[in-house]
């Protein structure tokens, strides 16, 4: 999983306004804090957190911190597929950004199971404004992520079909896993919740909406989160 540390003014700063720094970075921790847990019970034999800042309570336990690269998106993502290849070679790596806390484990378990795993190459999941939400790679190395990804225009409407793209040209035989939402605006945020109601997200939501009577919060433009290609910048 690749992400930012929740640290406001840093986190999702163009939901602000409607919402305040402290609670937009309330809302990335409880995304960050609800993927972290789904992906805790998906069977891995490494749990790695690719991450910009420092790790909080939010971290659970069985996860392997290392920090991101420097250099743009397309590349920080590269050197994460690096260190996973680099951690425990020769094992399918599986990406996530922490943009789509309604995530859930089922999503996961039967494409990235032992058996639905046999030849294929590649996973892809797109993610609803053009981008992607998680990539996966059945034998990642680190040239083949930077053919992958390096130079892939980051946070536009087109990033996720620039990523196929490439894949294709690969000749990377693909799985597409389901599309999901990011968290882009207060609407997006709404949506998201009330799909996946019981996590802390929904309910952080909800605490801030009521805080400020609810309609307060709809926005007149619509809000980019910090990349809308599902993974944090």
């Known amino acids: ?18 919402f305040t720094p402290e609670q937009a970075a309330g809302l990335a921790e409880a995304a960050l804090a609800d993927t972290l847990q789904t992906l805790s019970t ?9 991450l910009d800042g420092e790790p909080g309570d939010w971290l659970p336990p069985g996860w392997q911190v290392v920090p991101q690269s420097g250099g743009g998106l397309d590349e920080r993502l590269a050197a994460a597929f690096a260190d996973a290849a680099r951690l425990a070679p020769s094992a399918p790596a599986l990406l996530v950004g922490m943009d789509t806390p309604q995530l859930s484990a089922a999503a996961l378990a039967e494409p990235l199971s032992a058996a639905r795993r046999a030849g294929v190459d590649a996973w892809y999941g797109p993610a609803a404004d053009g981008g ?42 693909m799985h597409h896993l389901p599309e999901l939402t990011d968290v882009d605006t207060a609407e997006d945020a709404r949506r998201v919740a009330a799909e996946a109601p019981h996590g802390r997200f929904a309910a952080r939501l909800a605490d801030f909406e009521l805080s400020h009577g609810g309609d307060e919060l709809t926005p007149t433009t619509a809000l980019q989160v910090d990349s809308p290609t599902g993974m944090p910048r």
């Open 1 to 18: 999983m690749i992400a930012k540390a929740p640290v406001p003014g840093r986190v999702k700063t163009r939901l602000t306004p409607p």
């Open 42 to 50: 998906v069977p891995a034999g490494l749990r790695l957190l690719v």
């Open 132 to 173: 992607f939400w998680a990539l996966g790679l059945a034998r990642p190395t680190a040239p083949l992520a930077a053919r992958l990804l390096r130079g892939v225009p980051m946070s536009t409407p087109h990033t996720g079909s620039h990523l196929l793209d490439r894949l294709t040209a690969t000749d990377l035989t």
